[in-house]
């Protein structure tokens, strides 16, 4: 199904502030377990596979994940609903048996390529110990979000060594495509082209707190008070030997450098093969209760020892500019008086 009276417009290509440069398309897509790669990769799609949406979290109604069914369907996808859009119990999507099931029901799917959430909000966490992901670990399928699907994220990696897809989700997708902002364009693309096995590359303008290098690795992160509150469970984020990016939102700086310390004195930024700072929406100080440092500082003072690259304001979080990242994929980090830049091996 098209979207009404809206024409596509090729994938463009852009050389700054994050937007996509030209992309690879890979003649033979990882398919299985890869050393190099340090992760299981699911299948690549091709037309006519099939994307499943459900609500592991907050919830959303049919009306709103419509753009995304109708452009992901003419992106040559099929798309399977899952039965917790439209189901609400306070801001959840369902109760947390509704959205277990469906998740589990999408997991188990042979059907299934990629499932893509919804949404963010809150709620992954409640459910991700009652899944039985054996089915999954046999016939892995991308997992598509952000934000409180940093859990999901973090579990697969921890636990499985599964990639997945750290993206915008259907509450992002402009219900009018033809007045939609570039960026919102480019974001929205993106994960088609992640979906594809398009080699992916961003870059981001220089920031005078960057720190040089190159580096290759795993790439692994999300929403820094989402892993940091995974720390010690199951869900743990293993981040030795890898690119770590991290994002947040609506957090008081004084509650970012907490975060930030638990990830020092957990080990977290110890071994870093280098480290992605990506949007930070901060919430204002209340008055005469200011902090006293930027986000810039914060980063600044725990990493001081350490030698592994460092960039700023790369284009991912809860922002216009959230590029779709392969994470559990090896990719190439460089940050020079030019920039930054990421791209993936695979």
């Not at 009276?5 to 003649?27: C, H, I, K, N």
């Amino acid at each position: 199904m098209a979207m009404a009276g809206a024409t596509l417009p090729a994938l463009q290509s852009f050389g700054s502030s994050g937007f996509l440069d030209p992309a690879v398309t890979s003649e033979d897509p990882i398919t299985a377990s890869d050393p190099l790669a340090g992760s299981k990769i699911p299948d690549y799609l091709k037309a006519g596979d099939t994307i499943g949406i459900t609500c592991p979290a907050g919830f959303i109604t049919m009306a709103e994940i419509l753009p995304s069914v109708q452009l992901m369907e003419s992106w040559g996808f099929r798309v399977k609903i899952g039965k917790t859009v439209d189901r609400r119990d306070f801001t959840f999507g369902g109760s947390d048996q509704e959205r277990m099931l469906d998740l589990q029901n999408m997991l188990d799917d042979p059907e299934l390529k990629a499932i893509m959430c919804a949404r963010g909000g809150y709620g992954a966490v409640r459910i991700i110990d009652l899944l039985n992901f054996d089915r999954f670990v046999e016939h892995p399928k991308w997992i598509i979000g952000f934000s409180d699907v940093t859990v999901l994220h973090c579990h697969l990696s921890r636990k499985y060594g599964i990639a997945s897809i750290h993206s915008k989700m259907c509450n992002s997708f402009p219900s009018d495509w033809t007045l939609a902002d570039p960026v919102q364009v480019e974001t929205i693309l993106s994960i088609r082209q992640a979906l594809s096995g398009n080699q992916l590359k961003y870059t981001a303008p220089p920031v005078s707190f960057n720190r040089p290098g190159k580096a290759e690795g795993v790439l692994a992160g999300g929403n820094l008070s989402i892993i940091e509150t995974l720390a010690g469970s199951k869900s743990d984020l293993k981040t030795d030997g890898k690119i770590l990016f991290l994002e947040d939102t609506g957090e008081y700086l004084y509650r970012i450098d907490r975060m930030f310390w638990n990830l020092k004195r957990t080990g977290k930024l110890d071994q870093l093969q280098g480290l992605i700072i990506g949007g930070f929406k901060v919430k204002p100080d209340d008055p005469g209760e200011e902090f006293g440092r930027t986000v810039y500082e914060i980063v600044q003072e725990k990493i001081k020892e350490y030698n592994y690259p460092v960039c700023f304001d790369f284009p991912v979080g809860h922002q216009k500019n959230n590029f779709a990242l392969k994470c559990g994929v090896k990719h190439t980090f460089e940050v020079n008086g030019n920039g930054s830049s990421l791209t993936s091996l695979y």
